[in-house]
């Protein structure tokens, strides 16, 4: 028998009406980890019969084409075909639908080692690591967007000018029939449903919440903060772990950065709000795989010039940035003036962020902000950025990272242009009252000088 017929034969196993021949033969492509096997299994067609079985939550060979999905999307030298190949099949609309299943559905298939509850989370974890690894390309990118956010995004299906096959699990001709702009845009606020479970505590584990108060609680959090991330994310215990990556993937597009950016009103007499000052907050989660999204998910937002302000003075960014970066250094009481407190208070229990991709993200977003005007660099300088990265890059061990805060300092420390030299330091010192005989000379400034000063203040106006 060639290889070519045993490829064919697996495959058509895959779709057989008997389910103990699915079984098997997802768990013979769930084997499949040569490098050639899986090229050969992705050219004779296998990923359409794994994205419709995988939608089986009522079988194990369905958690089993999951599983497969993630390894061919993740390995390999024909990853980009296999995503193309899913998002041909609806991968997008069909893993969505698997991430925001129901947790108590009795139906779900368990087995001796798992319950209906672990096989859920398991299967949630694999349909979200596959939404971020299709949503790496730009046409997986527009196909989320498109699908779950409003009217102003694109979908691929109208890129294309045709309807996605493989939406429906009929293999009839009338899904063929259907209008491509008929179901071009959304349903239902796919996005916005994803990140209500991911800021939603109860859906994780009970092991990785922690129950257990003791001595012992400290070290069990530094143990998991320096866990390998490729380890953690391939547990299931924080199912919706991997919607940070998946955020971070959308924003790459300018639909996706008004999706984060958002004001949205919480009531008459709420401060309104965006899923950026949500999600924020995770860059001090003890997951690596959420922290690394999230600092994917600011950075690409500080692309965006005409945000700065806002993201500076109403989101505060800079102090939420500056703290992963932050380490145990014992600080000068002149280098902790007009720092957060939050970046010097632990002290020596301050542990810097372990990832070397989410330090580089933050330290390039810090590098965004300061290309966005003048003002955005005064507000930097003020926030005693520069001691931070100071101390960062003195232990910082990755070459690029010290290349970007070496790009940083630059920006940070020069004088700006039409200023006398030394300018960017005594602007700082004259901040915080450095010069103490000049500085009690004067006279205390009017109520109304010191009320909103410098509001009006373009950030985008001095270059």
Not at 194 to 206: A, P, Q
Not at 247 to 272: D, E, P, Y
Not at 313 to 321: A, D, F, Q, R, T
Request: charged residues 30%.
């Amino acid at each position: 028998m060639s290889g070519e017929s045993v490829y064919k034969d697996l495959i058509e196993f895959l779709q057989s009406d008997r389910a103990d021949l699915r079984l098997a033969a997802s768990q013979a492509v769930l084997g499949v980890t040569d490098r050639n096997a899986m090229e050969s299994l992705i050219k004779y067609g296998v990923i359409k019969p794994l994205c419709k079985l995988a939608s089986r939550s009522n079988e194990i060979a369905g958690t089993n084409a999951l599983a497969s999905l993630v390894y061919l999307s993740s390995h390999g030298t024909s990853i980009n075909q296999c995503i193309e190949d899913m998002l041909d099949c609806g991968g997008i609309s069909r893993m969505t639908e698997v991430a925001l299943s129901n947790p108590h559905d009795k139906t779900i298939a368990s087995t001796k080692e798992d319950t209906a509850i672990d096989t859920w989370r398991k299967r949630v974890n694999f349909a979200l690591a596959l939404l971020a690894n299709m949503t790496r390309t730009e046409r997986g990118t527009i196909d989320l967007c498109g699908r779950s956010m409003p009217d102003e995004a694109l979908p691929s299906s109208q890129i294309k000018g045709g309807h996605e096959e493989g939406q429906h699990d009929g293999d009839g001709d009338e899904s063929n029939n259907i209008n491509p702009l008929s179901t071009s845009l959304p349903s239902r606020p796919t996005m916005s449903l994803l990140l209500s479970r991911f800021v939603d505590g109860s859906y994780i584990s009970d092991t990785v919440n922690g129950e257990d108060d003791g001595e012992d609680s400290d070290e069990e959090d530094a143990k998991t903060q320096i866990q390998d991330i490729e380890t953690i994310s391939a547990k299931p215990d924080d199912p919706y772990q991997h919607f940070a990556a998946v955020l971070m993937n959308a924003t790459q597009v300018q639909q996706g950065r008004k999706f984060v950016m958002k004001l949205t009103s919480q009531g008459s007499n709420a401060k309104s709000t965006s899923v950026l000052e949500h999600i924020v907050n995770e860059l001090r989660s003890l997951n690596p795989v959420r922290r690394r999204g999230v600092a994917g998910t600011i950075k690409n937002c500080c692309f965006e010039k005409d945000s700065s302000w806002w993201l500076i003075n109403e989101v505060n960014i800079i102090p939420k940035i500056l703290y992963p970066l932050a380490g145990p250094e014992e600080l000068e009481v002149d280098e902790k003036r007009g720092m957060d407190p939050d970046l010097w208070l632990e002290g020596p229990d301050k542990v810097r962020e372990s990832d070397q991709v989410t330090r580089l993200l933050l330290v390039e977003a810090i590098l965004l902000l300061c290309a966005t005007g003048r003002r955005s660099r005064e507000s930097l300088r003020l926030q005693k950025t520069y001691t931070i990265l100071k101390l960062m890059d003195m232990v910082e061990e990755s070459e690029e990272i010290s290349e970007r805060i070496n790009e940083t300092v630059q920006f940070l420390r020069r004088d700006e242009e039409g200023t006398e030299e030394g300018s960017s330091d005594k602007f700082v010192d004259e901040a915080y009252g450095g010069n103490n005989e000049k500085f009690l000379a004067l006279p205390a400034p009017s109520a109304a000088k010191q009320i909103g000063a410098k509001t009006d203040d373009d950030y985008d106006d001095v270059d």
